[in-house]
């Protein structure tokens, strides 16, 4: 396939005119084949990778099935996120074990490559739980999360945890070496953030929710994310998790390369408003709006290319910034940036076309155009 006169993103994060090769599955530098497609004034951007998030179209990644990570796979694939991490929510190991080994066992035919699994919970704070069970969290367990990295196939890529919980520190110091640790549903101050960024901690989960709030004299967590140089921040740019002002003020603190655009969508995405679940809980949706009985905010409704277009038209960011935030920064959070995350000939060829208004006009996935576009 060649893909001509595109608008390419670049591994610089800029935009130029060229041509795409891709040769069976990957990018390349020239190909023989003669279908060509004209993408002329169309934007050619990376697959974005989506590492956190929870379901879509009525199906939950906790469902542990694989209809259910098919189902998931296909709506992202459609929607321009080719390769997905999926969360998993506070519950019992046993639980988090058939979840993860039917993860394992998932063969990645069509649609979205599942390239990763988040492991949000159970080691968070009661009180900053959010739309996480309570019922289900314990201390930081390494041969627990020993034994459940190996029910995944070694999959699990992010590990969530609360710095200041029993064995939280010990947990970060042993495993920062084998998987990236995420500092989430925590009500650490700013010492204690900075002590585990300090002991190996790298990642903040959804920056700014479940956490204590950026205030002056108390910065939390955020103040030392801001910090910690080689830490990333997730950032949920629906419209309803954080204010338009405070996604620019984000960017103007840490740079377009510690941003890593997510969704946090959970099984109500690409579905009607209505009752729904996330974790056993009952969950409301309404518009772009989900939340729990008590009111608090329980994932999105939003998937992660909606994301890009709010983070763009709406909230005053460039699309150069929210596609390296939502494609490249994202990719190399989980280590998966040597096969996905740029145009790059020997890459997996996953590739989204927009139009100037940014709507999808194609999606290509391991080669391949997508039939149903």
């Known amino acids: 396939m060649i893909i001509k006169n595109a608008s390419v993103y670049q591994e610089d994060g800029t935009f130029q005119t060229g041509d795409i090769y891709v040769k069976e599955d990957l990018f390349a530098k020239d190909s023989p084949d003669d279908h060509v497609v004209d993408a002329t004034n169309l934007y050619a951007i990376p697959g974005l990778t989506d590492i956190h998030f929870h379901g879509c179209v009525g199906y939950d990644f906790c469902d542990g099935t694989k209809e259910a990570i098919h189902s998931i796979a296909e709506y992202q694939a459609k929607n321009g996120v080719t390769t997905i991490c999926p969360a998993t929510m506070t519950l019992e190991e046993d639980t988090l074990a058939q979840i993860l080994q039917t993860a394992a066992e998932y063969e990645n035919a069509d649609g979205a490559i599942l390239c990763g699994i988040n492991m949000e919970g159970p080691y968070v704070s009661v009180k900053k739980k959010g739309a996480q069970n309570a019922s289900f969290i314990r201390k930081p367990d390494i041969d627990m999360y020993h034994r459940l990295q ?17 064995g939280a520190m010990e947990f970060i110091e042993q495993l920062k070496d084998e998987v990236v640790l995420s500092l989430a549903h925590t009500a650490a101050d700013y010492n204690i953030a900075m002590e585990a960024f300090g002991k190996g901690a790298s990642h903040v989960t959804h920056l700014y929710n479940a956490m204590q709030p950026f205030s002056h004299r108390e910065p939390g967590v955020v103040g030392a994310a801001v910090d910690t140089p080689k830490c990333n921040v997730e950032l949920i740019c629906d419209g309803i998790h954080i204010h338009p002002s405070v996604v620019r003020a984000t960017f103007k603190m840490f740079g377009g390369d510690r941003v890593v655009l997510i969704s946090d969508s959970m099984m109500a995405a690409g579905m009607p408003d209505g009752d729904y679940s996330l974790g056993g809980q009952a969950v409301k949706v309404a ?6 009985e008590d009111g608090t905010i329980a994932g999105s409704a939003t998937n992660l290319m909606d994301c890009v277009r709010t983070a763009v038209n709406t909230m005053g960011i460039t699309l150069e910034q929210a596609i390296k935030c939502a494609a490249v920064n994202s990719a190399k959070a989980i280590g998966v940036y040597d096969k996905y995350g740029s145009i790059t000939p020997g890459k997996v060829a996953n590739l989204v076309l927009l139009d100037q208004d940014l709507n999808i006009k194609a999606v290509i996935i391991k080669g391949k155009m997508l039939s149903n576009l």
């Open 150 to 166: 190996k029910k995944s196939g070694n999959q699990i890529k992010l590990v969530a945890i609360a710095p200041e919980e029993e």
């Open 287 to 292: 518009g772009k709006k989900a939340t729990l």
